[in-house]
């Protein structure tokens, strides 16, 4: 067997039905979701939002001119997974890519919500609407929506920057990786740098939270964190992640701490910068 493969147990491997199937069809995105390795002689990944299945669920959800379902929530409608407008004012989301993230969170829970957003992404705007044929109109309308600010250009491990925001109840960053050409991020070989990124967010996130708030992140790459998903923690600890075994078979078990929406930023033009 190539040496590549065996990084990964195929043979004991569970995938949900879904992909399997979509991947059965050769839909790229799926491959490397299962596979997870680049190989010569192999096309090179693409982005998640090519899988056909996405891209079936985006023309119902963006873009289109049928009207969508996305008013104010009612009392019923207050909580919104870990997101509760009793007790969350100020939410802000770093590193998104095309902003959905973003945007599927201001939609749940609506203008009438109280609640207020500083949504962010590491590229600049014409990045943006250079990478994501679905910028533009999500961009669009986040704008059009008096309880969110958009900004650009904004790294989630400087500091200065992050101070300058303001406080928030929540900080999220979904899916956190450092940006990578061909939508290629997430993958092994970035996992020591995806493993900094993650431990200067930490380090210095703890200064734009409120004294209640909390950093909340998703991890979709089992290899990097052994699928912290949704892992919160309070504000006024100390994160860190420790060194996994090069097999990746020891959980890296964070200490106390704080915390995207993409992904600083997922796809880019220069790899390394951090998105």
């Known amino acids: 067997m190539d040496t590549e493969m065996t990084w990964r147990d195929l043979h004991l491997l569970h995938v949900h039905r879904d992909t399997l199937s979509c991947a059965l069809t050769r839909c790229i995105a799926c491959c490397y979701k299962i596979v997870l390795h680049n190989r010569p002689g192999l096309l090179p990944n693409v982005r998640p939002e090519m899988c056909p299945r996405m891209a079936q669920a985006s023309k119902t959800a963006v873009g289109t001119d ?19 407008a009793e007790n969350v004012k100020s939410i802000l989301t770093v590193g998104d890519g095309n902003f959905s993230f973003s945007l599927a969170l201001a939609r749940a829970l609506g203008p009438d919500s109280g609640v207020t957003f500083v949504t962010t992404s590491h590229e600049s705007k014409q990045s943006v609407l250079e990478t ?20 650009h250009e904004v790294d989630a491990t400087d500091a200065k920057q992050m101070k300058a925001l303001g406080a928030f109840d929540r900080v999220l960053w979904n ?6 050409p061909r939508g290629e991020d997430g993958q092994n070989k970035e996992m020591e740098a995806n493993k900094k990124l993650l431990h200067d967010f930490f380090a210095i996130v703890a200064q734009v939270l409120t004294e209640a708030g909390e950093k909340l992140y998703l991890l979709l790459t089992p290899s990097l964190d052994d699928t912290l998903y949704g ?33 600083q930023s997922r796809p880019g033009k220069k790899k390394g910068r951090r998105s």
């Open 66 to 84: 049928e009207p969508q379902d996305v008013a104010a929530p009612s009392a019923s409608k207050s909580n919104v997974g870990l997101y509760n």
């Open 132 to 151: 994501y044929p679905d910028g533009e109109k999500i961009l669009a309308e986040l704008n059009a929506m008096p309880n969110v600010t958009v900004l």
């Open 175 to 180: 899916f956190p990786c450092i940006r990578a």
């Open 231 to 263: 892992k919160k923690r309070k504000r006024g600890n100390k994160a860190s992640i420790t060194n996994s075994s090069s097999s990746n078979n020891k959980r890296k078990q964070p200490a106390s701490g704080n915390t995207k929406g993409g992904n």
